[in-house]
Each structure stands twice: as C-alpha cells, then as structure tokens.
C-alpha cells in the first residue's frame, strides 16, 4: 500500500470541486468560517451568512461537507485543510484579481553604483532590477493580495523572504505550489532561459506532478547552504537582514562551469579578505572549503 492509498479516504474530480464552489452562498460559508476563532453551530454559520431561509442554506452546507467544510463531533462546522486553502486563495487574489503596478522604487540601494533599486510588477510577477547597472536581479510570482498593508520598506522584505522560503521549500524536495516531490539540478542553455544572459549554468527545480518550474542562480542557491549563511555570519552579514539579491559577494562571485556532462560548477565567493569555494555537482550535492581568513 502507498502513502496516498493510506491517506486518500475521499477523492473528487477537480471539476466538480470547482463547481461546487461556483455559488456566493457557498462562498460566503466558506468565509464566515475562516473569520470565525471557533467551530460554528448551523445557526451561528446560517446568521453570520445572513440567510433567512434554513432549507436552503442546508443544501448549500451540504455541498461544501467533505471537500471544504467538516462537521465536528459535536454538531458545529469548521474548514477542511482544503477550505483554509480556499480562503487563503481568496485573500491573495490569486484567482480573484489581476495585478499589475508598473514600476516603484524598493528601499533598497543598489552594492555596485549606490542607485535606487527598482522593482515592477506585471501580469503578478515581480522583477527587481537595478536601473542604473541595467541588471537583472530577481524575478518572480507574486500574489496581488500581497501588497496590503505594505509599505516599500516591508514589500522589500517581504519579496526578499518570499524568494527565499520558496527556494528552501523546493530545496528539501517539497513542491511549493501543490506539496508534491520536487527534484532539483544544475542546468543550462534552454533550461535556464528565464536566467540573466551571463549565467552558463543555473539551478532547475521541476514538479512532474503539477509541473511546476522554478529556476534560479547558482549563487542564489548557495544561499541557504549551512556553511555559507556561516561564511557571511562570521563576517559580521546576517542574511536575514540583507537583500538575497544585492549581497556584494554574490554579485561578484566568480563561477566556474568544470564539466557539462553531467554539469558540475565551482563558486568562489570573496568577502573582506576572505573565500568561500563552492563546489556544486549536478544532483546539487555541495561542497565549501574556506580558503582565506583574515
């Protein structure tokens, strides 16, 4: 037996869970119960929904039982997993809205020319950009519900951290869209198209399940390596509190492709007088060595 014939103990057509929720009743359920802090009694949901007629509320509960609502043992309702996905979904805007607010500047100052970095967000995808250097620093999918509550102070963290806890996610083989396996890998030509021009080699990450993509620097992926995040810790940089984006010492780091077949690359990233090299083999097993120290 697998581990989804042990889990799976109800399972739908993903046309008829979206048609089950293709009504305002249902939805308005759905959200009175993610603003509730507990289970609700059929009474206390059916004021909140503000519906008069109880026959028909029923039927509308009924519909959401199993996928998104479920009934306690002790008669109140409460969201499914599914349903606080739902009503994540709703907030973000992901299916809801359509994002786009041009070009802004973050409050983020640029390590190479001490320009003001500047980030665009169309079609909900952000791209950080230095104007000044013309480079290209970042760019990635971004919820439009996202920006609520937001200055550009908290947006640069809040993108920064995004990117971040996405590449972490993928790298401990988790799909960040659907949960499923995500495998990773050195890549490059056609593979890493999305990558700037100047990158020969990037890391790729593919979802077979829902086919997500997710590709990103070398030097970017070493980022949330144990012995890097040390490296720049000992030369007093947090990497909480710096833009992954504009670190000197991943602006500059020299990176060397040392086979194609498989695709093996060597980074060394030099910082107040000291180097880190790293060596990344195909499958993205890593391995660093400091080869300076003040």
Not at 52 to 68: I, P, R
Request: hydrophobic share 35%.
């Amino acid at each position: 037996m697998t581990a989804d014939e042990d889990v799976t103990e109800f399972e739908t057509s993903p046309s008829d869970a979206f048609a089950t929720l293709g009504d305002e009743t249902r939805i308005a359920i759905v959200e009175a119960l993610g603003e509730a802090d507990a289970p609700l009694s059929f009474t206390e949901l059916r004021t909140r929904v503000e519906m008069a007629d109880s026959g028909q509320f029923n039927y509308h509960l009924s519909k959401l039982l199993e996928t998104v609502v479920r009934r306690t043992e002790d008669g109140t309702y409460e969201l499914t997993y599914a349903g606080h996905r739902i009503v994540g979904a709703i907030h973000a805007g992901t299916y809801t809205r359509r994002g786009s607010l041009g070009t802004f500047d973050l409050e983020s100052t640029c390590v190479d020319c001490g320009g003001s970095i500047e980030a665009t967000y169309e079609d909900e995808r952000v791209t950080v950009r230095c104007p000044t250097c013309d480079e290209l620093l970042s760019a990635f999918g971004f919820p439009p519900g996202g920006f609520e509550g937001r200055d550009r102070d908290a947006l640069t963290r809040t993108f920064d951290r995004w990117i971040t806890n996405i590449v972490s996610m993928a790298a401990d083989g988790i799909c960040p869209p659907c949960g499923g396996v995500i495998t990773g890998r050195l890549a490059h030509g056609s593979d890493i198209e999305s990558l700037a021009d100047e990158e020969p080699v990037g890391v790729r990450f593919d979802c077979d399940r829902c086919g997500e993509t997710i590709t990103l620097s070398v030097n970017s992926y070493l980022l949330i390596q144990p012995a890097v995040v040390a490296f720049y810790h000992r030369q007093g940089i947090d990497l909480d509190d710096t833009e992954s984006w504009n670190l000197p010492a991943q602006r500059t780091a020299d990176l060397s492709v040392e086979s194609t077949s498989p695709v093996t690359v060597t980074s060394r990233i030099e910082l107040e007088g000291a180097t880190l090299e790293a060596f990344v083999e195909s499958d993205l097993t890593t391995r660093t060595r400091v080869l300076e120290v003040n």
